[in-house]
C-alpha cells in the first residue's frame, strides 16, 4: 500500500529457547513482506528466561529428562555450545558467542531479502539473583552483533530502564564498528 513504509517485525525470546517455536518461525517467508527484522538477543536476561523455558518443559513434556540432560540436549538443537551450566545461567546470562550465532543464523534465514537488526539487552528488569546488565555485557553483545554482520541494532527494551553507562557502552561498540 505504501512502499516507502518501511515494516518489520520482532522476533520473540522464545525463539531463542524452544526448537519447536524456532521450528515455526520461518525467516525466508518473513524476508518477502518485511524491510527487517528485530530478532531478540537479549543475552543478559536470555540466561534465567532460557532456564525458566527448560524448567517449564521439563515439568510437562520432558518430564523424565534431568535437567543437565535436558540443557545439553536443547543446547545441541539451538548450536549454543559453550553455555554456563543450568544453575549458572540465570546469574550470568548467555554469551556474547549467542548473540553472534543468533544473528548469523538470522541472516542466513533471510538470504539478502531483508535486514537484521538484533535486539540488544539493556538492562531488561531480572530477579535479585539474577544476570544484571555491566556496560561489558552491552559492549560484548553489541561487538558480537555488528561482528556476525547486523545490519544495525536496536538497544532494547526501552529507554527509561536503561542506566546511562549501559547504554554509554553499547555507543561506544558502535562508534569503534564504524571506525574499524
Same mark, same amino acid.
Given at each position: 500500500a505504501a512502499p516507502e513504509v518501511q515494516v518489520g517485525f520482532h522476533i520473540w525470546h522464545?525463539?531463542?529457547?524452544?526448537?519447536?517455536?524456532?521450528?515455526?518461525?520461518?525467516?525466508?517467508?518473513?524476508?518477502?513482506?518485511?524491510?527487517f527484522m528485530k530478532v531478540v538477543v537479549y543475552n543478559n536476561c536470555g540466561g534465567p528466561r532460557y532456564v525458566t523455558y527448560l524448567d517449564s518443559?521439563?515439568?510437562?513434556?520432558?518430564?523424565d529428562v534431568p535437567? @543437565?540432560?535436558?540443557?545439553?540436549?536443547?543446547? $545441541?538443537? !539451538?548450536?549454543?555450545?559453550?553455555?554456563?551450566? %543450568?544453575?549458572?545461567?540465570?546469574?550470568?546470562?548467555l554469551s556474547p558467542g549467542y548473540v553472534a550465532r543468533e544473528t548469523q543464523r538470522a541472516l542466513a534465514g533471510v538470504r539478502g531479502q531483508s535486514k537484521i537488526y538484533p535486539g540488544i539487552d539493556i538492562d531488561i528488569?531480572?530477579?535479585?539473583?539474577?544476570?544484571?546488565?555491566?556496560? @561489558?555485557?552491552?559492549?560484548?553483545?553489541?561487538? $558480537?552483533? !555488528?561482528?556476525?554482520g547486523a545490519?544495525?541494532? %536496536?538497544f532494547s527494551r526501552k529507554y527509561s530502564e536503561m542506566r546511562?553507562?549501559?547504554l554509554e557502552a553499547g555507543g561506544r561498540a558502535v562508534r569503534e564498528n564504524i571506525t574499524a
Open positions: 522464545n525463539n531463542s529457547f524452544s526448537p519447536f517455536y524456532r521450528a515455526e518461525q520461518d525467516y525466508p517467508a518473513l524476508a518477502k513482506v518485511a524491510d518443559v521439563g515439568s510437562t513434556l520432558f518430564r535437567r @543437565e540432560l535436558l540443557l545439553s540436549f536443547n543446547n $545441541a538443537l !539451538l548450536n549454543y555450545e559453550g553455555e554456563k551450566g %543450568i544453575n549458572e545461567l540465570p546469574a550470568a546470562g528488569p531480572t530477579g535479585a539473583n539474577e544476570k544484571q546488565t555491566a556496560p @561489558e555485557d552491552v559492549y560484548a553483545a553489541t561487538k $558480537a552483533a !555488528l561482528g556476525a545490519d544495525g541494532l %536496536i546511562l553507562a549501559n
